[in-house]
RNA sequence: GGCCCCUUGGUCAAGCGGUUAAGACACCACCCUUUCACGGUGGUAUCAUGGGUUCGAGUCCCGUAGGGGUCACCA
């Protein structure tokens, strides 16, 4: 076999969904993982489906995601153009070559009459009415302008085989195949046709797609070999479901790459999570960059069951990637999220980073981690009881004016001097340095649980409000 | 409904005839700790079901149930 090419073939029809950037991601793993090239191609041969846009989506996606091909539309390549609807012409003639050949033929029945052919179900099944027409006939209805498809020519007896690298040996009875249509009356190929010739054409020699087209890939099979052509290898991909009963799709409102980026998860995580979703490395390790995935990428692991979406996971994964994150790269990212906060511009900026750094696990968290810093308002005392920590609403009432006397003589506000001197402070007084931080804190958020330390949040809200602050909280406390 | 395919904890999953049935997320507990988080340790929890085959079955075969896909001038 000569260079491994792949293809990710999507149509236009509004967004690049989960399950899509899945299977164009295994096209390129596969792709990069041999040394070949991973090629995008625009199926738009449903005029009706066109969305507006929805082709630069799929191009921003891939770029903005790493996933990346070496061909297609706006990159170029030999095997151009690589978008279907700019390839009529090739159809018409391997449509016209398949006639000749005996793998398809012209039909010229009008829909009502297809219409006459459901049975008790509904299904409507074509009876091969037009295979039998004459030469003569044939040229005669063209000539005379009547509307006319296209229809490939299914054995009425026989078995289609082939062997698929996940889901092994398939087999479909012939006579469970309809002879579908190859070109619509307006003249644009179905996808059943422009698929094989463009595979064929544009070389590829491993189909990854969505087990959707498991059983029919008998009837393409069919075509490579009427025209003589060599069948390329079959990896089909079980689908991501969003739960046990339903597919994940932006039609039941499913986030979307873009949206997940939008929801702050750090690209790559997305990208490493759906590459665990229904496969899996001979490692245990799970964190993978890019790169990591085309080394480690093999058939083998892909899993023959559907498997469920969980966001949850794929957060843990997020929040992952941000821990192992410079501070620069993080900063980069972390900034739009933090100016949605209304502590912004209020505090340090790096100072505020920091603190959230190993707290978060997708940026859009940064705001409601940091809201508690935004100002002091009336809350419950009893938060100062903690008896694990041995402190007491009346420890709090005794102690608080010796701490904010002892802030207030102090020059160097930082949070190791300050933590320094609080603890030289709960010495001085004979008590637990857990209770006076759990008071000094409390008195200056108010809040249960903040994210940061006493000395933490007085270092970035800094002298003058840290004391008064303090000064608030001894005024509740004597109410 | 016909046809094709699938079925290991709540979720992702390893396993390819002999294992105490990995690991991860989530959950719980404990430790660490300046609350929270991080980090560490430990724990709860899985082979859909019934028959075979075999000395031995999550692994092989058949049935049943459940689920997915497909049956378009959509891809």
């Not at 002879?179 to 491993?206: E, Q, R, W």
């Not at 790559?268 to 960059?289: D, F, R």
């Not at 007084?429 to 000395?455: D, H, P, V």
């Amino acid at each position: 076999m000569g260079t491994v090419r792949t293809r990710f073939a999507p149509s236009p029809t509004g967004y690049l969904h989960i399950g899509g950037l899945r299977t164009a991601l295994y096209g390129y793993l596969f792709a990069k993982k041999n040394g070949g090239k991973f090629v995008l191609r625009i199926e738009d041969t449903d005029t009706a489906r066109y969305v507006e846009g929805s082709v630069q989506i799929i191009y921003d996606t891939m770029r903005d995601s790493g996933v990346m091909y070496d061909e297609g539309p706006d990159v170029g390549g030999n095997y151009g153009p690589y978008i279907q609807s700019e390839r009529k012409d090739i159809y018409t003639e391997y449509a016209k070559k398949l006639v000749e050949k005996g793998g398809a033929y012209y039909c010229f029945c009008t829909p009502e009459r297809i219409a006459t052919l459901k049975d008790e179900e509904g299904n409507v099944r074509y009876d091969k009415h037009c295979l039998h027409l004459s030469k003569e006939e044939i040229e005669e209805k063209i000539k005379s302008g009547v509307p006319y498809v296209i229809r490939q020519n299914i054995p009425e007896k026989g078995v289609g085989s082939y062997h698929d690298l996940v889901y092994g040996d398939i087999s479909v009875d012939y006579k469970d195949i309809e002879d579908g249509i190859l070109i619509k009356s307006d003249g644009m190929p179905t996808y059943n046709f422009a698929n094989v010739i463009d595979d064929h054409l544009m070389g590829i020699t491993h189909v990854i797609r969505g087990t959707e087209y498991l059983s029919s890939t008998p009837k393409y099979n069919l075509m490579y070999d009427a025209f003589g052509w060599e069948r390329p290898v079959y990896i089909h991909l079980p689908p991501i479901m969003k739960d046990a009963q339903h597919k994940l799709s932006k039609r039941n409102g499913d986030a979307s790459y873009e949206d997940f980026v939008k929801k702050g998860y750090v690209k790559e995580a997305i990208i490493n999570y759906i590459a665990l979703l229904g496969w899996s490395p001979k490692s245990n390790v799970e964190k993978m960059s890019l790169s990591d995935l085309i080394e480690n990428f093999s058939l083998e692991g892909i899993s023959k069951s559907p498997s469920i979406f969980d966001e949850t996971k794929m957060k843990w994964l997020s929040g992952e990637y941000i821990k192992e994150m410079d501070y620069d790269t993080f900063k980069s990212h972390a900034l739009p999220f933090l100016k949605q906060s209304e502590v912004f511009g209020k505090f340090d900026t790096d100072k505020l980073l920091n603190l959230v750094k190993t707290r978060v696990q997708i940026f859009s968290e940064i705001p409601e981690k940091l809201d508690y810093l935004k100002s002091l308002s009336e809350y419950d005392v009893n938060l100062f009881v903690n008896e694990k920590q041995k402190a007491s609403v009346s420890l709090a009432k005794e102690i608080l004016p010796k701490i904010s006397e002892k802030l207030s003589a102090l020059s160097d506000f930082t949070n190791s001097a300050l933590f320094e001197s609080l603890v030289s402070l709960s010495a001085d007084l004979g008590i637990k340095k857990q209770a006076l931080l759990w008071i000094t804190r409390i008195a200056i958020t108010g809040k249960e649980s903040t994210a940061g330390g006493a000395t933490e949040i007085a270092e970035i809200l800094g002298k003058e409000e840290t004391l008064e602050r303090i000064a608030f909280s001894l005024n509740l406390l004597n109410k």
